[in-house]
């Protein structure tokens, strides 16, 4: 089955936006769990506009399923976080300092040698490694080239396309054929940005090998009037194939 991380940076948006601890990030991340979430996923940016290094070392402890961090390694800083906390996974991501969110994968031929030395880093101490990329035959080849255990499928362009009512199935085939290229070549493979209850479901069945999808926007805002606890069931029940 494939497994749903929840990215808990929302919660700590809304906290940041009034200082204080309300609402308490550690505490969205154990209740992500109980619900029955299969992870956490947490992005801290160099600003630290939302999740902070400091909660990234609250949250550690708490992590019964599995824990995530997001970033880009370019910063030392980040770099340091991840090797402290020693997380189940480390998505590299290649943001640009100040970036609202993610909006492209890695460029794995341009920055291969930069990517093998520093996936090597985070293998060196057993931590898993994926690296987000687009739906590109060739980018998803020379992610194989450098050491990374999984890719994540960047999935804004399937989303936007779903949502504009266009094919659907034309909307699919280029991360299918991108998935099937990873498979091959013997890749995890995990998605994310803009997937939700409209799109999730023929996400995962046109690619059901997946091994992980992680929500965050999407799925908080669901909460909001959905209610936390049915809406990370309703995303699992999404992923039910």
Not at 159 to 166: L, S
Not at 168 to 181: G, N, R
């Amino acid at each position: 089955m494939i497994k749903l991380s929840v990215n808990i940076n929302k919660f700590a948006t809304i906290r940041n936006s009034r200082g204080g601890d309300n609402p308490n990030v550690a505490k969205a991340a154990i209740d992500a769990q109980r619900f029955g979430a299969d992870g956490v996923t947490v992005h801290p940016r160099p600003d630290e506009r939302h999740i902070t290094y400091k909660d990234v070392f609250d949250i550690k402890p708490i992590i019964t399923t599995e824990f995530n961090i997001e970033g880009n390694p370019t910063e030392q800083k980040f770099i340091d976080l991840v090797l402290a906390a020693k997380p189940h996974q480390v998505t590299l991501v290649p943001d640009a300092l100040g970036q609202l969110t993610s909006d492209h994968g890695w460029d794995t031929i341009k920055h291969k040698e930069y990517l093998i030395k520093t996936i090597a880093r985070f293998k060196d101490v057993g931590i898993r490694v994926s690296i987000f990329v687009d739906p590109v035959i060739e980018m998803i080849e020379g992610a194989a080239e450098t050491g990374t255990d999984r890719i994540e499928l960047y999935t804004e362009g399937y989303a936007k396309a779903y949502a504009d009512g266009n094919d659907k199935q034309k909307s699919i085939e280029p991360y299918v054929d991108a998935a099937l290229k990873a498979k091959e070549l013997g890749l995890g493979i995990n998605a994310g940005h803009d997937l939700d209850l409209n799109n999730l479901k023929f996400f995962a069945q046109n690619i059901p090998w997946l091994d992980e999808v992680s929500i965050g926007h999407a799925l908080v805002c669901d909460a909001l009037y959905l209610g936390y606890e049915n809406t990370v069931q309703m995303y699992k029940r999404q992923l039910s194939l």
